[in-house]
């Protein structure tokens, strides 16, 4: 080289050319909290955040360090330079300027792998190797789902065990633990193999509730190599041949194609592979344009300094930028003068570089470095850069030609304006007449610059009910409408979409008015065959593999694929990957997921599917509130948990059922107490929905949280884990007639007090059903024939209410006598039980009874003196 320095100056370190700035970075360990989450460092000023992360991840940044990058680049080329101070200037210069970056393992100090070939199979043997690529896929998917619900199911069983208070033998006995035994039965019907079930029991008595290790392990992926296909393969399959192992050609190109478009693999080679070299430096052409010029001389020069680079570590040179730099050039990239632009540009690059020269993907630490707007062959992939709304900088620099106006009226066009401000429409000034002021318009704006559509940006939240109520919208509509509020409220669909436009903009230049036909031709998208076209010629200039790599859009079909393989063979390509996109399809999903949740609700969502002439209707309804009516009967019992006062006060629906719960208590602070009141509302509003009784008291059955402990009040339950679990028992108790969560009846060795159920139904001692149903509810209209029923005797000591007891009527007046209805009923009296009033010192509970100078428990068998 005539000059040996570009960048740096002889006897002054490049460091000396740069104004450092203190910057901050995110600590790139996500679990660090507090000042010590972020990196400090210093770096030149114009660094965008992209380059700083990629420093800060490249160096290998620890919470809280302090670093200067002019030190830590200058530590790297110490390490990559060969001693010589120029080469160490102009590495260090050139690190700075950020044409360049050498990839992670050199950051690290470590050597690259070695160069390495790619196995191939042929045509012959290949439909095997796809049955068994198809198999693993499969295979892979259904064992992680299948490994999902498994782990799930056997927790499920394991907290079932371990959550239950009674004695082990009960526990972990399925015939005994109701909730064990449903959890055992959802186990088996999703599949779950006996002897896993009997051993998450078994663990769960060892206090293991994670199910067994190896759960989650997957099949292997399968290892299919890459596919080689010469030209008599595609000759066959025009002429519909048959292959040396008898398969058909054209059946065999089929299987191929859908393995590709349904799983992104295998890799086509038309020609024999070359060895692979490791990636040592990349090396963004985009840096090298200056206005639309490209500085072939600088790039000539920074291809020798850091192909030297690349040569001393056995790696190549990798290519980014090729596609933004020619957008920065002004070049349509489905343009002869673009693949010949490419061509000269890859022919200085051969010449001067002594490493090998590679398009493949560069890493992305070392890309996002430099900067690097495209990588391969590609053309830039958006028009707008990283963290802001602002164009790229190859866009800029295609667009310098503008003026300041028309490059805005561009900006205003692809990006949109961020916010409503600055756009008319009359539905705008309906919300402001509807009272939306400056506040709500500033909430609605900040929402859209996050990214978030105009949909969602205008909700409930941002506008108000009274603004709704204003625009004749009711609040059950107002919760039904969505992300479809404004269609609700009168807007035009197309208005919508325009506004939408206004906000996000178009996020395309090609369609642009202002754009001349030759400059918005640099900003459309190219199709597949121009991506080939461009491939083809960036491998003549290099004479080696351009690593094309194909993104088909979601709606390609398997024939397009098909006609691109062939049509990349016949071009002479080295080879290329295609793999085809989710066409949105992933966000479609989550749109489902949202659009069905609680958020967006539809009253009915109905299609139509035709199949043989056959019209099948499928009407999913949401979930209703169930209206409970104005007068409504119910119980209140007082009770005391701990010492602490509970008033649980119940409504029912008509049918009797429960619909709604209050709960009222004493000694606490006004936070639990709140707590308790809206935990008590969104009890009821699921009630209401629809959510079964039974699920709530499974959830919150034997949860444990103070205050906790002796019941005192209530008939059924003498012992509570929490207030919640207390509440729930007593529910459970009175509307779900579950006498196994009753402590009253206990067997005597029963020490968990769960009970033996309810074996048949008594009846019992006679009482006055004016103390068992509401005088005021009724008004005064009770029947003089109602016959009481219930699940068990009753002390007659106890002075609360009855809960849980079912009414039958008697089709004739009672006539006389102690019974009604004429017919012979004995009534079954227990005599009696007087406790000595301590408790157990056992088990805890209030069933101690004295006989002869001795006491003994009733629940758990406990015996002592007095």
Request: proline share 6%; aromatic share 6%.
């Amino acid at each position: 080289m005539s000059n040996p320095r570009r960048l740096s100056r002889n006897g002054v370190t490049p460091l000396d050319d740069f104004a450092f700035q203190s910057r901050q970075a995110d600590n790139p360990d996500p679990d660090a909290i507090g000042a010590e989450a972020e990196v400090q460092l210093l770096t030149p000023e114009g660094w965008d955040t992209r380059t700083i992360a990629a420093l800060v991840a490249l160096c290998g940044a620890q919470p809280g360090e302090q670093l200067h990058a002019g030190h830590v680049l200058s530590e790297l080329t110490e390490s990559l330079a060969d001693g010589d101070v120029v080469e160490h200037d102009e590495l260090l210069a050139s690190l700075l300027h950020r044409e360049a970056a050498p990839v992670p393992a050199l950051w690290r100090g470590e050597s690259l792998p070695a160069s390495h070939g790619h196995a191939t199979i042929g045509a012959e043997g290949l439909t095997e190797a796809l049955h068994d690529l198809n198999a693993a896929e499969m295979g892979q998917a259904a064992a992680n789902v299948g490994a999902r619900v498994l782990a799930e199911r056997l927790e499920a069983v394991a907290l079932a065990c371990v959550n239950c208070d009674g004695a082990d033998d009960e526990c972990f006995d399925p015939r005994r633990n109701r909730a064990l035994a449903r959890a055992v039965r959802a186990a088996r019907r999703d599949g779950a193999p006996d002897p896993m079930i009997e051993r998450a029991i078994a663990r769960a008595r060892q206090g293991l509730i994670t199910p067994e290790q190896g759960l989650f392990a997957t099949p292997p992926a399968a290892d299919l190599p890459d596919v080689q296909l010469g030209g008599a393969f595609f000759d066959a399959v025009e002429s519909d041949s048959a292959l040396a192992d008898g398969q058909s050609a054209r059946q065999v190109m089929t299987r191929l194609a859908e393995a590709v478009w349904t799983h992104g693999k295998p890799a086509l080679h038309f020609k024999d592979p070359e060895l692979s070299v490791s990636p040592a430096i990349v090396l963004n052409l985009a840096r090298f344009i200056e206005g639309q010029t490209l500085d072939e001389d600088g790039l000539a020069y920074a291809a020798h300094l850091w192909g030297t680079v690349a040569q001393r570590q056995n790696g190549a040179l990798v290519i980014a930028g090729l596609g933004a730099a020619l957008t920065a050039l002004s070049l349509a990239y489905d343009s002869e003068a673009a693949r010949e632009r490419a061509q000269h540009v890859l022919t200085i690059l051969r010449n001067e570089c002594p490493a090998p020269v590679s398009l493949e993907r560069p890493d992305a630490l070392a890309a996002g470095f430099v900067g690097a707007e495209s990588v391969g062959v590609h053309p830039p992939a958006a028009l707008d850069a990283p963290g802001g709304r602002q164009f790229a900088q190859c866009v800029n620099a295609a667009l310098s030609g503008l003026s300041k106006q028309e490059q805005t009226i561009a900006r205003r066009h692809a990006l949109g304006a961020g916010a409503l401000a600055g756009h008319s429409a009359p539905w705008i000034t309906q919300l402001e007449a509807a009272g939306v002021d400056q506040a709500g318009f500033a909430r609605i704006d900040a929402a859209l610059s996050d990214g978030v559509p105009l949909r969602f940006a205008i909700n409930r939240w941002s506008l108000g009910a009274e603004v709704a109520r204003r625009c004749g919208l009711s609040p059950e509509h107002f919760d039904e409408a969505g992300p479809r509020l404004l269609e609700k409220l009168g807007v035009d669909p197309l208005e919508v979409v325009a506004a939408e436009r206004y906000v996000h903009g178009a996020g395309r230049l090609d369609d642009c008015d202002t754009l001349s036909p030759d400059l918005r031709a640099v900003f459309a998208d190219p199709a597949p065959e121009a991506r080939l076209a461009m491939a083809e010629a960036c491998e003549e200039a290099l004479e080696s593999s351009a690593s094309l790599e194909l993104a088909l859009p979601g709606s390609s079909s398997i024939e397009d694929l098909s006609a691109l393989i062939t049509s990349s063979a016949r071009r002479g390509l080295t080879g290329l990957s295609i793999r085809r996109e989710g066409d949105a399809l992933y966000d479609l999903l989550n749109t489902i997921e949202y659009d069905t949740g609680d958020s967006v609700r539809r009253s009915v969502i109905a299609e139509e599917r035709v199949v043989e002439r056959v019209v099948e209707k499928y009407v999913e309804r949401a979930a209703e509130r169930r209206k409970l009516p104005d007068r409504r009967k119910g119980y209140i019992q007082k009770s005391t948990v701990g010492g602490h006062k509970v008033y649980l006060h119940t409504g029912e629906f008509e049918d009797g059922e429960l619909g709604e719960i209050f709960i009222d208590m004493h000694k606490e602070g006004a936070a639990f107490r709140s707590l308790m009141n809206n935990f008590a509302i969104a009890i009821s509003i699921g009630l209401q929905y629809g959510v079964p009784l039974e699920e709530y008291v499974d959830a919150y059955l034997f949860t444990r949280f103070e205050p906790a402990g002796d019941v005192g009040g209530n008939d059924s339950i003498k012992h509570a884990s929490s207030i919640l679990d207390y509440i729930f028992r007593e529910l459970a108790v009175s509307y779900l007639g579950r006498e196994d969560l009753a402590q009253t009846d206990a067997h005597p060795y029963d020490p968990g007090g769960l009970g033996n159920g309810v074996e048949k139904e008594k009846l019992v001692r006679e009482a006055d059903p004016a103390s068992l149903i509401s005088k005021g509810f009724s008004r005064g209209q009770l029947p003089d024939n109602v016959v009481m029923l219930g699940s068990r005797s009753k002390p007659d000591t106890s002075d609360s209410p009855v809960v849980g007891t079912g009414f039958e009527f008697d089709p004739k007046p009672a006539s006389g006598g102690s019974h009604a209805g004429g017919a012979s009923v004995e009534r079954l009296e227990e005599p009696a039980v007087n406790y000595h009033g301590d408790p157990c010192p056992e088990c805890g509970h209030f069933t101690v009874i004295e006989n002869a100078g001795l006491l003994g428990c009733d629940a758990c068998g406990w015996a002592g003196k007095v």
